[in-house]
């Protein structure tokens, strides 16, 4: 069994920061993608950033140059540095692992969301 938690997400103001933490646990072999995304009120959730074992990164035309996913590989946990940040980020934010666990299958891991405010 995985478990993934989210933390950090809060109220900012328009042109604020935020950062975001993601933690993986249980019965874990390896990690190989980590990532973040998000849904909006009436949308469908997106993908906003991910980042492979190797540090690969991807993210979301909306978010480039303000959003950074970073990864520490021995906590197996992820982060989301969110800069500049405007209302259209208002969301509730998940993270996603794709674990491979000890018995050796591979599954998709979610956590339960952190909602992120942008408003002022």
């Known amino acids: 069994q995985v478990q993934v938690v989210e933390s950090g997400g809060d109220l900012v103001q328009p042109g604020g920061s935020l950062r975001l933490s993601c933690a993986a646990s249980?019965?874990?072999?390896?990690?190989?993608?980590m990532g973040w995304y998000r849904q909006a009120p009436g949308k469908q959730r997106e993908l906003v950033a991910a980042?492979?074992?190797?540090?690969?990164?991807d993210y979301a035309d909306s978010v480039k140059g303000r959003f950074t996913i970073s990864r520490d590989n021995a906590k197996n946990m992820v982060y989301l540095q969110m800069n500049s940040l405007n209302p259209e980020d208002t969301a509730v934010y998940y993270c996603?692992?794709?674990?491979?666990?000890?018995?050796?299958?591979?599954?998709?891991?979610w956590g339960q969301g952190t909602q992120v405010i942008v408003s002022s």
């Open positions: 249980g019965s874990i072999f390896s990690i190989y993608t």
């Open positions: 996603h692992a794709n674990v491979r666990t000890v018995a050796r299958v591979y599954i998709d891991s």
């Open positions: 980042i492979t074992s190797d540090g690969s990164t």
